[in-house]
């Protein structure tokens, strides 16, 4: 079974997050389902079905939190041995060549991956286009919106 790849840092931070649905959500929907269940008449009940499908929608998330961090290969970037060469883990800088916009990304699991905290998944395309490049490469990438060019002016590994 190929197991996906998920930084260590990646790794806390979901573990922290199904520790709050656990610890924290679970037992506020579940009171808030029995709170909705003294008002009588389920069928019409509108809080009671918004706090059953409150809890769906946590459960679910429970056990893909549980599955994932169960199936995965936690790596502890820090430790990489890379050099300047761009693999899993690795934070690269980029200067966008025509707009001369400096850009920064690390390069993580699936469901780690978060574009607001400038983290990519390592099976985008865009991830995959840097992977195995080296610091000082030029590359064109394909975008949505047309053809970029960038310039890789650095790539570290950090956790």
Known sequence: MNRPPMTKKGAERLRTELERLKTQERP???AAIAEA??????????E???????????EGRINELEAALSNAEVIDVSR??????????????L????SGDEL??????????DIKQRLISVS???ARALIGKSEGESFEFQAP??????????VRYEE
């Open 95 to 98: 200067a966008d060549e025509d």
């Open 48 to 58: 009671y079905h918004a706090a059953r499908e409150m809890q769906g929608f946590v």
């Open 28 to 30: 506020r929907i579940i």
């Open 145 to 154: 919106n047309g053809t970029r060019n960038y310039e890789i002016t650095g």
């Open 37 to 46: 269940r003294a008002h009588g008449d389920l069928k019409e009940n509108a």
């Open 80 to 93: 990489l041995s890379a050099g300047k060469r761009i693999v899993f883990g690795a934070i690269v800088e």
């Open 104 to 113: 920064s990304y690390q390069i993580v699991g699936d469901l780690e991956a």
């Open 124 to 126: 985008s395309p865009f």
